[in-house]
């Protein structure tokens, strides 16, 4: 055999037959696998660094208010009984709302500036909440948050899959969305650090502890925000840092594997195609389920381990190592999941570990095995996000229908963040049995609904590979089996 990096790669035998009609599909263009990975690994360098920086921003800003309460944020503002968890609830209510129309707009107006607009814009709300003096002041810029933040993680989600096949997009997601985690590490630290900066401000509006937190992570993520836009591609025919034949490279790789043009506006068959899928219900609820879990132990943790007789900064510095594992974890599992194309088994596998972990805060006493708990948890569950999400999207076919199955699919999810806000009540402390059992119960919930998906889209592969689903190609123009998508009968589904 000759060398692989010579040899031209027969990616071109692959093209979908109307290819040729496309306004991006250039049938004659063939690669070798060498420049193949040698683009890749430029878009891995111009895509994934930044958005894992500006989800972490986004992370931060969402969770820092459970390092503020510790540091006194629900004694400045009065807080009585549940007003903290009716603070977080409004953050959701409203991100779920945005969340769909926002990826629709990100398609209209491309990822380069609107992505970096989403993070001016909840830095700027994290500024301000610095400055609020009451309840309702709270709610408010919690309730404005959630209008920004909204868009941001399955717009980053199709952004990352306008640039990457298949096999190669979970390990990316995984990657920015173990963001999460390195914002729940960095957060604790950053937190510590900032709430012991002296007092300071002009009469009548004093900045100090919880309100430094507020304020300094908020101008880090303008600042951020504000830069992005130099660094960020829209696509891959126009990213900057491509030469012509790598531009042509980049598009058309996606075009012959997705069978659809990368340009194509959200239609209403889209809509159609990512809603009526039964498989992209199942990682829905799998998201929602799994967002109970990391959302609420993003907010709770530093009250869940001060809760185990650890103060203010032991509690804040006691929730790095935990984060850090599942950061680790999450990217290891991405990779492994892309590598062996399969979604469903390592989302059950890591379920039952975050399943033991919950059985164990829920019924074990001593501080030290309840702490070890704690990282089965994050260890646990953190990967499942990107899992549920990235198997939704390698199951629909086209940039359209992954716009709209990205943008329902994480705000389905989203009302899981609602229920999270729920979970961890004051009148539940110090033990918080009621909390622990909800997040057990969905672990559970969470295997089974892997094991399902699996069966599931092994089901229907054997049934296409048997032609069962042929008959849906009758009476069909070539253009309109193409625009099939995921019901094509030459769909492989992963499982």
């Known amino acids: 055999m000759g060398d692989p990096e010579k040899e031209v790669a027969l990616h071109h035998e692959q093209a979908p037959k109307d290819a040729a009609s496309s306004n991006t599909s250039l049938p004659e263009l063939s690669w070798t696998d060498a420049e193949e990975t040698a683009i890749r690994r430029k878009i891995d360098w111009h895509c994934v660094p930044i958005v894992t920086v500006l989800y972490m921003l986004c992370f931060l800003d969402r969770v820092n208010i459970g390092n503020a309460r510790i540091q006194g944020l629900a004694t400045d503002l009065h807080l009585e009984g549940t007003q903290f968890n009716w603070a977080l609830s409004i953050f959701y209510i409203i991100y779920l709302l945005f969340e769909v129309p926002s990826n629709v707009l990100l398609k209209a107006i491309g990822p380069r500036f609107y992505l970096p607009l989403l993070v001016c814009g909840f830095g700027l709300v994290s500024l301000c909440t610095a400055f609020v003096t009451n309840f309702g002041g709270l709610m408010g810029a919690r309730a404005i948050l959630g209008v920004f933040e ?24 995984g990657i920015y969305v173990s963001a999460a985690s390195i914002a729940g590490a960095f957060g604790g630290l950053l937190a510590t650090g900032l709430s012991r ?58 075009v012959r594997e997705h069978r659809a043009d990368p340009a194509e506006k959200v239609q209403w068959r889209h809509v159609k195609l990512a809603v009526m899928n039964v498989h992209n219900y199942t990682c829905a609820i799998g998201f929602f389920l799994i967002n109970i879990t990391v959302q609420g132990l993003s907010v709770f943790l530093p009250t869940i381990l001060k809760d185990l007789g650890w103060q203010n900064t032991k509690a804040q510095l006691y929730s790095v190592p935990p984060y850090v594992c599942a950061c680790l974890v999450a990217v290891a599992v991405a990779y492994g999941s892309d590598k062996s194309r399969q979604r469903g088994i390592w989302l059950a596998a890591f379920s039952v570990l975050a399943l033991i972990g919950f059985a164990i805060l829920r019924w074990v006493s001593q501080p030290n095995v309840r702490y070890m708990a704690v990282f089965f948890v994050t260890v646990g569950a953190f990967p499942g996000g990107p899992g549920f999400l990235s198997w939704a999207i390698n199951n629909s076919a086209g940039p359209a229908v992954r716009a709209v199955t990205s943008g329902y699919v994480v705000t389905l999810g989203t009302i899981g963040g609602i229920v999270a ?66 019901r094509h009968p030459r769909f492989h589904l992963w499982t």
């Not at 399955?154 to 298949?166: D, E, N």
């Not at 004093?206 to 937190?213: A, L, M, Q």
């Not at 025919?237 to 790789?253: C, G, M, N, Q, V």
């Open 150 to 173: 909204g868009g941001a993680m399955p717009g980053m989600a199709f952004f990352l899959s306008t640039f990457y096949k298949r096999e190669e997009l979970l390990f990316r997601i």
């Open 197 to 254: 900066i002296p007092e300071w401000g002009v009469a009548g509006h004093t900045i100090h502890t919880w309100k430094n937190i507020f304020f300094f992570e908020g101008i880090i993520t303008i600042f951020v925000g504000l830069a992005a836009p130099i660094w960020m591609p829209t696509d891959p025919k126009t990213a900057w840092f491509l030469d012509e034949r790598e531009k042509r490279i980049a598009a058309e790789r996606l």
């Open 421 to 486: 806000t729920w979970t961890y009540v004051p009148s539940d402390a110090p033990k918080y049995h009621t909390g622990h059992t909800i997040n057990l119960g969905g672990q559970i919930g969470v295997v089974c609904l892997s094991i399902f998906g699996i069966l599931y889209c092994a089901w229907e592969n054997r049934a296409r590979a048997a032609g069962k689903r042929d008959h849906r190609l009758e009476g069909l123009t070539e253009e309109e089996q193409e625009q099939l998508g995921n």
